[in-house]
T-cell receptor, first 113, second 115 residues
Framework: TQLLEQSPQFLSIQEGENLTVYCNSS?????LQWYRQEPGEGPVLLVT?????EVKKLKRLTFQFGDARKDSSLHITAAQPGDTGLYLC?????????????FGQGTTLQVKP | NAGVMQNPRHLVRRRGQEARLRCSPM?????VYWYRQLPEEGLKFMVY????????ESGMPKERFSAEFPKEGPSILRIQQVVRGDSAAYFC?????????????FGEGSRLTVL
C-alpha cells in the first residue's frame, strides 16, 4: 500500500521566518504534487515534480523531489501571513491513472504577522 | 471561465436521510473524481468516472454510496441512509483527456453534516 507521510503536521511561525515541510514514502512515485488548501476551499495545485532530484521554484517556495523519487520537500523563505493554509503532497496511486491520487495527511501552516 | 462547480456547498441531514452532491466539471473536461476529506486530514480517493462509466470505484464504501456521471448533466455522489461518520467535506475534481501528470482541478467542496 502506498502511503505519504507529511511532517510536521502543524507549524506556527512568525512572519519572515523560513520553514520546510516534508513528504516521505517507502514507495517510489512517478511524480509528486504539492497543493495548498485554504479553509472552506478546495486544494489548488502548486507544482508537479517528475524527475528525481528535480528542484522547482515558485517565488518564495522551493520544491524538491528526492533522487529516489520517494520523498519531497517544500521550503518557504520569509513566510508571510498569506502563506497560511494546509499544504498537501500527493502522488499517483497504483494503476497509472494519474487522476487517482494518494494524499498525505497535510501540514497546517500558520504564519503570524 | 467557470471552474469545477459543486453544490450544495453545505448540506445538513439527519441520520437515515439521503444526501445528493452534484459536480459540474470544468468545460471540456470529461474525467471526474470524487474525494472525501475528514477534519484535519488529507483527501481520500473515492471514485473516478467518465461520461456514463465508472472507471474506478475502489475507494467507495460498498454500501450506501453510489456515483454517476450521466451523458447530460452533472456528476452526482449519492449517500443513502446517512450516518454521523459520513460527515465530511466531499470534493470533486476534473481533468481533460490530455491532462498532464495528473493535473486535477478541484471544486470548493460540499460539506455534509449529519445530525
Amino acid at each position: 500500500t502506498q502511503l505519504l507521510e507529511q511532517s510536521p503536521q502543524f507549524l506556527s511561525i512568525q512572519e519572515g521566518e523560513n520553514l520546510t515541510v516534508y513528504c516521505n514514502s517507502s514507495s517510489v512515485f512517478s511524480s509528486l504534487q504539492w497543493y495548498r488548501q485554504e479553509p472552506g476551499e478546495g486544494p489548488v495545485l502548486l507544482v508537479t515534480v517528475v524527475t528525481g532530484g528535480e528542484v522547482k521554484k515558485l517565488k518564495r517556495l522551493t520544491f524538491q523531489f528526492g533522487d529516489a523519487r520517494k520523498d519531497s520537500s517544500l521550503h518557504i523563505t520569509a513566510a508571510q501571513p498569506g502563506d497560511t493554509g494546509l499544504y498537501l503532497c500527493a502522488g499517483p496511486g497504483g494503476s497509472g491513472n494519474t487522476g487517482k491520487l494518494i494524499f498525505g495527511q497535510g501540514t497546517t501552516l500558520q504564519v503570524k504577522p | 471561465n467557470a471552474g469545477v462547480m459543486q453544490n450544495p456547498r453545505h448540506l445538513v441531514r439527519r441520520r437515515g436521510q439521503e444526501a445528493r452532491l452534484r459536480c459540474s466539471p470544468m468545460k471540456g473536461h470529461s474525467h471526474v473524481y470524487w474525494y472525501r476529506q475528514l477534519p484535519e486530514e488529507g483527501l481520500k480517493f473515492m471514485v473516478y468516472l467518465q461520461k456514463e462509466n465508472i472507471i474506478d470505484e475502489s475507494g467507495m464504501p460498498k454500501e450506501r454510496f453510489s456515483a454517476e456521471f450521466p451523458k447530460e448533466g452533472p456528476s452526482i455522489l449519492r449517500i443513502q441512509q446517512v450516518v454521523r461518520g459520513d460527515s465530511a467535506a466531499y470534493f470533486c475534481a476534473s481533468s481533460g483527456t490530455g491532462h498532464k501528470s495528473g493535473e486535477l482541478f478541484f471544486g470548493e467542496g460540499s460539506r455534509l453534516t449529519v445530525l
